[in-house]
Nanobody
Framework: VQLQASGGGSVQAGASLRLSCAAS????????MGWFRQAPGKEREFVAA????????FYADSVKGRFTISKDNAKNTVYLQMNSLKPEDTAVYYC?????????????????WGQGTQVTVSS
């Protein structure tokens, strides 16, 4: 599956952004999806994941209560709604697909990756 992430940008602290990840080549209805991020000089880290049906989600502690992952299988798109953004959320955000359909938080569990979209939050 090919993944195209979009929606990044530069915002002030406290603002909101919604990232989108459009899939092609395969339906998302049987795939779990995840969002990861990589800040400058740091390793890529897990942000959020959603299972194949959208009924189960999982978040990193650092974003819990502020970020929401959702999935529109009809549009073959997964979203990451990011509210109350902080400067420490600054990173390149990647979406990824996981073929078992279950929520995962480890990079190596994911099979396909998008190209990333930059999110910059200034104080």
């Amino acid at each position: 599956v090919q993944l195209q992430a979009s929606g990044g940008g530069s915002v002030q602290a406290g603002a909101s952004l919604r990232l989108s990840c459009a899939a092609s080549g395969r339906t998302l209805s049987r795939l779990a999806m995840g969002w990861f991020r990589q800040a400058p000089g740091k390793e890529r880290e897990f942000v959020a994941a959603i299972n194949w049906s959208g009924s189960n989600t999982f978040y990193a502690d650092s974003v819990k209560g502020r970020f929401t992952i959702s999935k529109d299988n009809a549009k073959n798109t997964v979203y990451l709604q990011m509210n109350s953004l902080k400067p420490e959320d600054t990173a390149v955000y990647y979406c990824a697909a996981e073929r078992s359909g279950y929520v995962r938080s480890r990079e190596h569990d994911y099979d396909d990756w998008g190209q990333g979209t930059q999110v910059t939050v200034s104080s």
